[in-house]
Nanobody
């Protein structure tokens, strides 16, 4: 079974940066689209970004466009989420998830949790002065 492990969370001041990592062991991530989700206390989980497995297409929620960048390192079997210009409203537990869904499925529903088959345990990101 594919196991995902997130890392890189922490406490950062507003305007700062963090890079989250989503790594897998024993199985390659090459054939999976990888999504990043977040959940703040008292709020619903929301999709943040996704990178496809087929052509490297990337997707972002509007509130993080221009600040967050998702990327994939095939050699390290890791997907990254570079987060710049962080705001207090970015505070949440961040999860990565993997789906073997088709490119069309990912394009249409990348921010819906139900299309993902595997989830990591999450990493806390706190943006505060």
């Amino acid at each position: 079974q594919l196991q995902l492990v997130e890392s890189g969370g922490g406490l950062v001041q507003p305007g700062g940066s963090l890079r989250l990592s989503c790594a897998a062991s024993r199985f390659t991530l090459d054939y999976y689209a990888i999504g990043w989700f977040r959940q703040a206390p008292g709020k619903e989980r929301e999709g943040v970004s996704c990178i496809s497995s087929s052509d490297g297409s990337t997707y972002y929620r509007d509130s993080v466009k221009g600040r967050f960048t998702i990327s994939r390192d095939y050699a390290k079997n890791t997907v990254y989420l570079q987060m710049n210009s962080l705001k207090p409203e970015d505070t949440a537990v961040y999860y990565c998830a993997a789906t073997g869904g088709s490119p069309d499925t990912v394009a249409a529903g990348w921010d819906y949790g139900y299309i993902y088959n595997y989830w990591g345990q999450g990493t806390q990101v706190t943006v505060s002065s």
